[in-house]
């Protein structure tokens, strides 16, 4: 429906193709770059930025929750510097990010890292703030404690905020990527969208916008929502 509409207004609209392409011509330039590579290169690279970034935003994001839930100092300090760094927008950081490392891979993977640490620190704070005082006093009347009693009880009950966490953190990051490709190096698919933008080719663009939707899609609800699902079943929560 929407694209015989998207279609007709094309064809009947006085604007330019290269301004206003059509839903085929859309469809052929999206066909033709993945059939040459160049949209598979881009997608490769994209998300090869994104895991390595996204997984050390977990482990920052981890590590910091612990810090803030175990300590009350840090809490007083820390916890309060994370939420206000949380509120800005990780592309602000870019410019810092280029006198720090320069236009490269480096400060793309810093704008994406960064993107998500955050919000992955406020939700494993959460989560293990929120680790029933019951489960705590049994696991300890058991005699767990140290790293046995943060991997059999804090971790396990934290573990459905903690799914919540990587779904949020993950679209952070996802956007990080785009705007940081939009803006840096890299042939990933923000500088593939660039590109289209530069040689006024909206059919190149909207074809990697539609890529960029399809992939976070796929990934929100595929992945992390039946993630979510599954655990909230099985704890019991839903």
């Given at each position: 429906?929407?694209?015989g ?10 604007l ?11 469809i ?9 590579g160049?949209?598979i290169?881009?997608i ?15 482990i920052?994001?981890l590590?910091?929750?612990?810090l803030?839930?175990?300590?009350k100092?840090?809490?007083d300090t820390?916890?309060?510097l994370?939420?206000?760094?949380q509120?800005?927008?990780s592309?602000?950081?870019f ?5 720090w ?5 480096i ?13 992955m ?18 696991g ?7 790293f046995?009693f ?5 971790l ?13 953190a ?5 956007r ?11 042939n990933?698919?923000g ?5 289209g ?10 074809s990697?916008?539609?890529?960029i ?5 796929i990934?929100?609800n ?5 993630l ?5 079943k099985?704890w019991?929560?839903?």
């Open positions: 429906m929407l694209a509409i998207w279609e007709v207004t094309s064809r009947l609209s006085d330019p193709t290269f301004m206003f392409p059509s839903f085929t011509q859309v052929q330039t999206l066909l033709s770059g993945l059939i040459s160049q949209m290169s881009a490769t690279s994209s998300l090869g930025r994104l895991l390595l970034g996204f997984s050390i935003a977990i920052l994001g590590l910091l929750g612990y803030i839930w175990r300590f100092l840090v809490e820390l916890g309060f994370v939420t206000a760094l509120s800005i927008p592309i602000v950081w410019p810092l990010a280029i006198i490392f320069g236009l490269n891979d400060a793309i993977l810093f704008i994406v890292t960064i993107g998500a640490t955050w919000t620190t406020i939700n494993a704070t959460s989560g293990f703030k929120n680790v029933p005082t019951l489960y705590q006093r049994v300890k009347t058991f005699g767990s404690n140290g046995h943060l991997r059999t009880v804090i396990p009950s934290s573990v459905p905020q903690l799914i919540s966490g990587l779904r949020i993950w679209a952070f990051s996802w990080a990527l785009m705007a940081g490709e939009l803006l840096g190096a890299g990933g698919l500088q593939l969208l660039e590109t933008r530069s040689l006024g080719q909206m059919d190149l663009v909207i990697v916008m539609i890529i939707g399809v992939i976070g899609t990934m929100d595929v992945v992390f929502l039946r979510e699902r599954n655990v909230q099985k019991g929560v839903s």
